[in-house]
């Protein structure tokens, strides 16, 4: 990351803990908690996701999604608002559909992410490195 390369001392120190590791951890609640309403909703598929279940599935998004950003913005790079606003709505359908089936529910994820991945702009460095990594095979 620029913003570690051009920081020293302390403040590199700070801004490493920070981006790669404290931040993290919301990252990896939201992905323990998408796992748990995974598991519960293999079990019942066909079935809506109760409260708690919904709860559970729009805080998965909300704090991996979250954290993301947050750790984007901490290493001094610019957070579009499409990071900002997707999340949101996925958590809010999430809730708004709670007739829909679990798997039904997993789906309005999955399309939400998707939808932010494909929000992300590919960086000129990794689309160079992809082409000389086609190139040797």
């Given at each position: 990351l620029?913003?570690?390369?051009?920081?020293?001392?302390?403040a590199?120190?700070?801004?490493?803990?920070d981006?790669?590791s404290?931040i993290?951890?919301p990252?990896l609640?939201g992905?323990?908690?998408?796992a748990a309403?995974?598991?519960a909703?293999l079990?019942?598929p066909?079935d809506?996701l109760?409260?708690a279940?919904r709860?559970?599935?729009a805080?998965s998004?909300?704090?991996?999604?979250?954290a993301?950003a947050l750790a984007?913005?901490?290493?001094?790079?610019?957070?579009k608002?499409?990071?900002?606003?997707?999340?949101?709505v996925t958590a809010a359908?999430?809730?708004?559909l709670?007739?829909?089936?679990?798997m039904m529910s997993?789906?309005?994820?999955?399309?939400g992410?998707t939808l932010?991945?494909?929000g992300?702009?590919?960086?000129?460095?990794?689309?160079d490195?992809?082409?000389?990594?086609?190139a040797?095979v």
């Open positions: 620029p913003a570690l390369q051009n920081a020293e001392g302390k590199q120190s700070v801004l490493a803990r981006a790669y404290i993290h951890f990252m609640l992905v323990i908690a998408y309403t995974v598991e909703a079990s019942h066909t809506p109760g409260l279940g709860a559970l599935l805080a998004v909300l704090l991996y999604a979250g993301m984007l913005f901490r290493a001094g790079r610019p957070v608002m499409v990071r900002r606003w997707i999340p949101a359908l999430v809730f708004a709670a007739d829909l089936s679990a997993l789906v309005v994820v999955l399309i992410l932010l991945a494909f992300e702009p590919v960086r000129q460095h990794h689309h490195k992809a082409h000389e990594a086609s040797i």
